[in-house]
């Protein structure tokens, strides 16, 4: 179940599956991923395996973020090379495997995946939710302002 849920204004959370970027956690292992806003840091947390330690990732560090469709990669290009291409520039080498295979065949059901990227100290975190992360869009929507406000904020102004 993916959605967006509040915590009187101190957390948003959703629940996605890891892709990678996290070296505590397993591919596609579902994770509750957890902004912490009055301690601006966002939290990875297992759902399978509570005994696992949480991540936690402060937003200083934090680049930029980002959702994009399956759906609207695909509209981008038609062919297996373009796919690729595409997948690899929002995702890297994995994204370029997934969209070249996305345009193997003949696609026989659709499925609505969102693929949330996280940047920071020149890393990236992946995480995808399906047609169920309601709350995914939401979360990075008011995540990226955030973040942008705080680059804005933090830039020293030169006379």
């Not at 890891?18 to 591919?27: M, P, R, Y």
């Not at 939290?43 to 959702?67: M, R, Y």
């Not at 890297?92 to 065949?105: A, E, H, V």
């Amino acid at each position: 179940m993916f959605g967006l849920f509040k915590d009187k204004g101190k957390r948003l959370t959703f629940v996605a599956d890891h892709i990678e970027g996290l070296e505590n956690f397993k591919v596609q292992e579902r994770l509750n991923v957890t902004w912490e806003i009055e301690e601006h840091k966002l939290t990875f947390a297992s759902i399978e395996n509570k005994k696992k330690s949480k991540v936690n990732l402060n937003l200083n560090k934090v680049t930029d973020v980002g959702v994009a469709t399956e759906k609207e990669i695909t509209e981008k290009s038609k062919s297996v090379i373009g796919r690729a291409a595409v997948g690899t520039l929002l995702i890297g080498p994995l994204g370029g495997i997934i969209g070249g295979m996305s345009g193997l065949g003949n696609k026989k059901k659709e499925k609505d995946l969102r693929v949330a990227v996280i940047n920071y100290d020149d890393k990236q975190i992946v995480l995808l939710g399906n047609n169920f992360s309601i709350g995914m869009d939401g979360f990075f929507k008011q995540l990226n302002k955030q973040i942008q406000n705080s680059n804005l904020n933090s830039q020293d102004i030169e006379l």
